[in-house]
Every structure is written in structure tokens, then in C-alpha cells.
């Protein structure tokens, strides 16, 4: 895989242990590239492959080079806020909820659904503005 754990990861709790990453699996052939340069594993689960990469490379836009420039129409504040909608999405889709035996079944549901609206609509915005992830 061309993702390495990075410090973006690492703070939502993905390191080298995680099972993408984790060097026990180095000479599981599922683990080593083909003659194309494509990993097996990753395509176990290829949204999380590609959540891992898109949510690091968001984070790292929105840390860096963001002040560089802002979609036509918007304001730069209006920009912040839609990459940091992106950025919640792709990490609510790479983080398992830690609490669920905590809350009663109705909260659960509620919990539940407020999260999938949070992804869905980071996830509307990253569509529509997947043009402008430029500097």
C-alpha cells in the first residue's frame, strides 16, 4: 500500500498494528504486491482502503496549503468548514463508535442515525466539490 500510518491517522487510533499495515502480515501473499504493484488486502476492504487515504490527505490539505486558494463564491471560512465536513466523514467512516453498550436502545438508534447523516453529507460535499481539492 502507498498509505503509510501518519501522524493524521495515528490520532484517531490507526497505527502499524492496524491489520492493513501490521508487518506480521509480510509474507502473507494477500499482503504483497502483484506485478501491477495492487495489493490483495487492500481490496478486502477498499473503502476502508480509500477512506485511510482520502482522511489523511484531507487532513493534510486542511493543515497545509488550504490557505492557498478557495473555491469561486465562497469565503475562506466557508471553505474551512466544508473541508472539515469532508474530513469528519471520512474519519466517522474509519472509527467505530466506543461507546454503544453505554446508551439505551433508542439513543443507540439516534446516535446511529446522526452519524450516518454526518457521513453522508461529508460525503455529498466531497463529490461536489472534489474539483477544488487543489492548490
Request: aromatic residues 18%.
Amino acid at each position: 500500500m502507498i498509505l503509510k500510518p501518519n501522524r493524521f491517522l495515528k490520532e484517531i487510533g490507526i497505527n502499524e498494528d492496524y491489520w492493513l499495515f501490521n508487518e506480521e502480515n509480510k509474507d502473507d501473499l494477500r499482503y504483497i504486491p502483484d506485478e501491477e504493484g495492487f495489493v490483495d488486502a487492500e481490496h478486502f476492504s477498499l473503502d476502508t482502503s480509500l477512506s485511510l487515504y482520502i482522511y489523511s490527505q484531507l487532513c493534510y490539505f486542511r493543515e497545509y496549503p488550504i490557505k492557498c486558494g478557495t473555491p469561486i463564491g465562497l469565503t475562506h471560512e466557508k471553505w474551512v468548514e466544508i473541508v472539515d465536513a469532508m474530513i469528519e466523514a471520512f474519519k466517522l467512516m474509519l472509527v467505530e463508535d466506543t461507546n454503544p453498550q453505554t446508551r439505551s436502545k433508542k439513543e443507540q438508534y439516534y446516535f446511529s442515525k446522526n452519524r450516518r447523516k454526518k457521513i453522508n453529507y461529508g460525503l455529498r460535499l466531497f463529490i461536489k466539490y472534489f474539483n477544488n481539492l487543489w492548490y
